[in-house]
């Protein structure tokens, strides 16, 4: 008996009754904990990776979960997967050789979870088709549709038209481009409006052992709908939690910095809920041009502490103050069939005081560019970035990193790569600021005309003030009219390796 594959089959089979029992038992324990009963019958689904009508109803019932809660793109995730173990099963039988791996460029998740399973020989009653396998595409088309990513409907039609075309089912294939069509149009539209919301991201972090039990020290990316901020949240755990371990027995951490173990009180249950971003290196911020691009497929995030060298205060002025970065990796990338995922890496990396004032410039191009690039001008945010980047009450931001790093008694405190990089951001900003005073004057009425005049003025003593500091012309009154876009954006990009450089690390 040894040399056969029994033994290991009954170990498997131990093993998952044990995972469906203790699930099974612990979804009426979590059911008013979404992320908790999620968790559960993802454990579920996995225990049956081998036997695909179980891990579909499994997948199924997360999707009905997640749409309750108005999480569409988690909810068609779960029909993604439903639909890739089924085109893999197809494959073992040979009926449709691409198996899941035809699904990578919808969701980077999909090979991984869905190619492994071994199929369960007790099975066999099973009957998915290709047949099956259409009307399970036409309901991911139909879920993405909903959740408002509208760019992967093309990947999904992509599989779906050729088999419309073998039939020759011409009302189906106008219906498919009609949808195709309407899809295209929304892109445009939300590109345009940039009203398209798809979600914002949470690094939360549990402490307590004796409430957490296993999820003590665990830390996860959340991913929340639409505009959910943070206050939001964390009012939500903190509720959801109480209700769980009773009144004031937990309590929030209200700051992103590192927690101390020793700290904690273990007669409560710690919370620690930061807003985080997702995080592309330069090579991949190339690639992922749009918004949407970079909200899918993503499990790299950052979050920022401000510190100084004196441990007491976390601001001081420009030249002290330091600034680290966390970059935290998730599992699995977002969105996936859950709206948490755990961490499983981060690295810290700290920027001296020239590297913030020089990663804050950046961030001042690059957001002034946005907005004077857009198709139909936005007026109210073009006003917000002026009167941020020359407005008199903040002028002394820009200047401020100038005159602290800048000035010629103190370059030769600084590597000259550092200068030089500061130097060249400047020249953008400048220029850039100048081609969004000449679009402001463009679309001012009559009587912004004397505001406009200020801002043009604040923005001349700016340069002028620069000008000294530079020891050369930064900008001629021309130069609005004619300085490049494209220039002002490879040139800021370019100095993201500079900020992310090997001196950086902590």
Known sequence: MQRTCFPLEVKELTKKIRTVLMAT????????????????????????????????????????????????????????????????????????????????????????????????????????????????????????????????????????????????????????????????????????????????????????????????????????PKVTGLTELCQRLQCLYTEKFGKHTVRLIKDSNKVNMKDLDSRFAYIQVTYVEPYFDERELEDRQTDFERNNNVRRFMFETPFTKDPKKAHGSVDEQYKRRTILTTSHSFPYVKKRIMVVYHQDMELTPIQVAIDQMQKKVVEIHEVVSMVTPDMKKLQLKLQGSVGVQVNAGPLAFAEAFLDKSKLRNYA???????????????????????????????????????????????????????????????????????????????????????????
């Open 416 to 506: 000259r790569k550092f200068t030089n990089s500061l130097k060249d951001i400047y020249r953008q900003f400048v220029q850039v600021c100048g081609i969004a005073l000449e679009l402001n004057g463009t679309l001012i009425m009559t009587e912004q005309m004397e505001y406009q005049e200020s801002l043009k003025e604040n923005f001349r003593n700016m340069v002028s003030k620069l000008e000294d500091i530079f020891d050369e012309k930064l900008f001629s009154d021309e130069d609005g009219k004619s300085i490049s876009l494209d220039s002002t954006n490879r040139t800021s990009m370019s100095l993201f390796n500079v900020i992310s450089s090997p001196t950086s690390q902590a």
């Open 25 to 224: 038992a612990q979804m009426k324990e979590h059911q008013n904990d979404p992320e908790m009963l999620v968790d559960l019958q993802y454990s579920l689904a996995k225990s049956y990776s081998s036997t695909p009508e179980l891990r579909k109803t499994w997948l199924d019932s997360m999707a009905k979960i997640h749409i309750k809660n108005g999480n569409l793109s988690e909810a068609a995730h779960c029909y993604i997967h439903g639909v890739a173990l089924v085109a893999e099963y197809l494959k073992r039988r040979g009926a449709y050789p691409q198996g899941c791996r035809v699904f990578k460029n919808i969701s980077t998740n999909v090979e991984a979870d869905e190619s492994e399973g071994q199929e369960d020989f007790g099975m066999q009653d099973v009957q998915y088709t290709n047949e099956s396998l259409i009307e399970m595409l036409e309901e991911v088309a139909e879920a993405l549709e909903k959740a408002e990513r509208y760019e992967l409907l093309g990947e999904v039609y992509k599989l779906i038209i050729p088999v419309y075309e073998e039939r020759r089912d011409y009302q189906k294939l106008a219906q498919a481009y009609s949808i195709l069509h309407s899809a295209y149009t929304k892109i445009v539209q939300v590109s345009l409006s940039g009203k398209r919301l798809l979600g914002k991201f949470f690094r939360v972090a549990l402490y307590g052992q004796n409430f957490f039990e296993e999820e003590d020290s665990k830390t996860y990316i959340y991913k929340e």
